[in-house]
């Protein structure tokens, strides 16, 4: 049958939808009519999305910076719409949740293995000047890649490690949110003034993370794995993908921003050098120290305890190793 034989066929479908949504068929066919034909650099907006990179400074280098963490931003919103859907699920069937666990795994692994852009795609001297610009801003500010941790995990889960045991799940929502890791190391350890970059992230975001919060409560990926029928529950495919999700998430991403900092804040003439916005990176960072696991469950109690500390003496050999060979 060839192709116009059945546009009557077609038709007829297309009115019997519109009919049943109380639509007329031939407006739209007018506007079908009148329409110009799409392109591809007006679909997704290539001009505008060109023009977003808009260096403050007169470094090259900087313009690399910008356009890595916009397309990292990028793929933190689609790794919250993949997470969405799992939350929105009513089917509870594994082979659904680890379809969608290994498309994160995916949009994280394609992260982790790009961030070569930033450990050795700029120029050191360019950076370290081009950064002075940007102050107070910092990475640390990605209201996405916390919303991620939200929607995965109980706030319990998120709060500093040191302190986690003093609190319960059943505390007060906005207790464990003030305890969240990631707050201090956005916080001066001596004087424990908050700094500026903590101070703006909290105004711009933090009604929008409470609304979150609540709304997932009792519903984050963590409750939705355990609230699986045993059998989907113990499908090993499933929890081999969210073992790797908590590693990808908890640790290698990290530990990337580990080895940049490493490499271009660690030393300068013998000095430290401080981070954008002043957070403690070499405190704030390190997978063995904050401990966050977004599906305890999964993990043995040795785990738990040894959680980072291969990965980060493999991520330090490889980076001297690779300095030693530039």
């Known amino acids: 049958m060839k192709k116009s ?3 009557p ?10 009919k049943n949504s109380g639509q007329d ?27 977003l990179q ?25 790794i919250l719409h993949e997470i969405k859907q799992l939350l929105d699920d009513k089917l509870q069937q594994a082979d659904f949740f680890r379809r969608k666990a290994v498309r994160i795994n ?47 995990t109980p706030l319990i889960n998120l709060v500093h490690e040191s302190v986690r045991e003093q609190f319960s799940e059943e505390d007060p929502m906005e207790t464990l949110f003030e305890n969240v890791y990631w707050k201090r190391g956005a916080t001066d350890t001596e004087t424990k003034e908050k700094t500026l970059t903590l101070k703006q992230f909290e105004y711009r975001y933090t009604p929008r993370f409470i609304r979150i919060i609540k709304e997932v409560s009792g519903q984050t990926l963590h409750h939705k794995y355990l609230q699986l029928p045993e059998k989907e529950r113990n499908d090993e495919r499933l929890i081999q993908e969210l073992r790797k999700l908590d590693v990808k998430i908890n640790v290698d991403w990290p530990l990337m921003h580990m080895g940049a900092a490493y490499r271009y804040l660690n030393t300068e003439r013998g000095k430290e050098i401080s981070a954008t916005g002043g957070t403690n990176w070499k405190d ?8 966050i696991h977004f599906f305890p469950t999964l993990w043995s109690q040795k785990e738990k305890d040894d959680w980072g500390k291969e990965w980060v003496t493999h991520t330090f050999n490889s980076d001297n190793t690779q300095k030693k060979n530039e």
Not at 56 to 78: S, W
Not at 118 to 139: C, H, N, T, V, Y
Not at 284 to 291: D, T, V
Request: negative net charge; glycine residues 4%.
């Open 106 to 152: 995916r949009y994280f692994r394609i992260l982790i293995d790009s961030f070569d852009v930033m450990i050795l795609g700029m120029d050191r001297e360019q950076f370290l000047k081009f950064r002075m610009s940007l102050l107070p801003a910092s990475g640390f500010q990605s209201a996405q890649f916390r919303m991620i941790e939200f929607y995965c």
């Open 25 to 51: 068929l031939g407006s739209y066919l007018d506007g079908l009519l009148y329409d110009r034909y799409l392109t591809y650099w007006d679909y997704i907006h290539l001009d505008t999305l060109l023009s």
């Open 9 to 18: 066929e077609k038709i007829q479908q297309l009115e019997t939808k519109f």
């Open 5 to 7: 034989d059945r546009i």
């Open 284 to 291: 704030f960072l390190p997978p063995s120290f904050q401990k």
């Open 54 to 78: 808009i260096p403050r400074t007169h470094f090259p280098d900087e313009e690399i910076f910008i356009g890595y963490h916009q397309i990292t931003e990028i793929y933190f919103k689609l």
